[in-house]
């Protein structure tokens, strides 16, 4: 084993990676919820469109980072480096836990609800969670086999993801059994209706999660400060099309009135819903199945990415040693990988799908505004000849001001507070313990993975 990690990976892996890692659970739910509150299709498709406008601000925010220290680590190198290691350790350790291991485990779930078809009867409370466990088994054992298979799994799961998805599009559309009227409801959102908005913006943003998930492989990819943000950027614009699109149809196929009669739990399986719509109910089980199968991608991405954060963390003695290993034949971290893994399986044995969504979208929002604004210190501490932000310092802004708009509004809405607070208690929770570390490794030295 070593602490160094190689470079080797080139663009191709870093958009795969992007694109798997903002592709998930939240496309294929979050809509049937800002639905089911607004009826209105407009607010809708402008909000998925302002979740773009700002995931790519901190996609391009992220990619000044990484070509200003082009290491493994991501979100919780930038961090350190902005605030100091204390603040790193805090970052560090909520987006292990929000931003990894619990996204990670209600993708898990919520793929095997899928690939299961909702079995009935008394096996399905253990069916679920045991199929979950075993996708995640399978994603992180393909991660810790070697750089090939690594690389390899990554760019089969996430074409056959958008392969799916793409085709939903397609298929939907051509069938031609929706109706485009659905497009004349609503409009500009009345007053009454931005606070239920703003607060919508937490699971569209949650959604997007994942811009920077390339940024966390800089130490590993060919060129990083070129790299990088090619990266970021092309897989960002990739998956605004496609939610767009996705978004689209959705709308064509059910009236958005409807949704307001339809409980919680049925609203959260919008593409579902539309498909069954679309092409009736005999193919509601085919489209649970590919739709299932589209998740392993996601699974796989959060392993992959999550698993340097812990690398770069335990190489400053933020984690357990054996996180900082890199396999010297297969050039993974595996040791990193397996502590992930066993988390979010764990995690995948507790909980459902929205009490997790609500649960890390807030503190994950929180997380994303602290890494962005680590840009401002950063810029005036170092120097370098990469890529450079446009418009700066307004992308920044812009995230940090539309992040603290839907946390305030999640914060104000009852029935969201109780979970929004605990998710911020989670990051908070990473305050006593970058105290303990500090006085535990008090010979830090800076940057170990270069």
């Not at 603040?87 to 996204?103: D, I, K, M, N, S």
């Not at 995640?136 to 690594?150: D, F, N, T, Y």
Request: hydrophobic share 55%; charged share 10%; aromatic share 10%.
């Amino acid at each position: 084993m070593s602490f160094g990690a190689p470079r080797g990976y080139g663009l191709s892996t870093g958009v795969y990676l992007v694109v798997a890692s903002m592709v998930g659970a939240g496309i294929l739910t979050s809509s049937g919820y800002t639905l089911r509150e607004t009826g209105n299709p407009w607010s809708l498709l402008g909000l998925w469109g302002l979740g773009g406008v700002m995931a790519l601000a901190g996609a391009m925010t992220v990619a000044e980072m990484a070509s200003m220290l082009p290491h493994v680590g991501g979100d919780y190198l930038f961090a350190r480096e902005a605030f100091g290691r204390g603040a790193g350790v805090v970052v560090g350790w909520a987006t292990f836990v929000l931003g990894f291991a619990a996204p990670t485990a209600v993708i898990a779930r919520l793929a095997s609800s899928y690939l299961l078809g909702g079995l009935a009867g008394d096996w399905q409370p253990f069916a679920e969670p045991a199929m979950a466990v075993f996708l995640i088994g399978s994603c992180a054992a393909a991660h810790a086999l070697g750089r090939g298979e690594s690389a390899g799994a990554q760019a089969w799961t996430t074409v056959a993801k958008l392969v799916i998805l793409s085709a939903l599009v397609i298929i939907g559309f051509a069938a031609g059994n929706g109706d485009w009227d659905h497009f004349r409801r609503g409009g500009w959102p009345p007053a009454g209706e931005w606070p239920v908005l703003a607060g919508s913006l937490v699971y569209v943003g949650y959604a997007y999660a994942g811009w920077n998930a390339a940024a966390y492989l800089a130490g590993e990819l060919k060129d990083p400060p070129r790299m990088v943000p090619r990266a970021l950027v092309v897989g960002c614009l990739l998956v605004t099309l496609l939610y767009l699109a996705l978004n689209c149809l959705y709308i064509y196929a059910v009236d958005p009135a409807s949704f307001a009669t339809l409980p919680m739990e049925d609203v959260g399986r919008v593409a579902e819903l539309a498909m069954t719509s679309l092409l009736g109910p005999g193919v509601g089980r085919g489209v649970s199945v590919v739709l299932g199968i589209g998740l392993v991608a996601s699974v796989s991405a959060y392993l992959m990415s999550g698993s340097r954060v812990l690398a770069a963390m335990a190489a400053d003695g933020a984690f357990i040693s054996s996180a900082a290993r890199w396999h010297e034949t297969r050039g993974t971290p595996v040791f990193a990988v397996m502590w992930l893994g066993i988390t979010a399986g764990l995690l995948a044995c507790s909980g459902s799908f929205l009490q997790l969504l609500d649960y890390t979208s807030t503190g994950l929002t929180a997380v994303s505004a602290i890494v962005v604004a680590a840009i401002f210190p950063l810029r005036a501490r170092l120097s370098h000849a990469g890529f450079r932000l446009p418009l700066f310092p307004l992308p920044p802004l812009l995230v940090l001001a539309l992040s603290a708009w839907t946390i305030a509004a999640v914060l104000l809405q009852p029935e969201k507070r109780i979970p929004a607070i605990l998710s911020l208690g989670t990051i908070a929770m990473g305050i006593p313990m970058a105290g303990w570390l500090g006085r535990c490794n008090t010979q830090w030295t800076g940057l170990k993975n270069e």
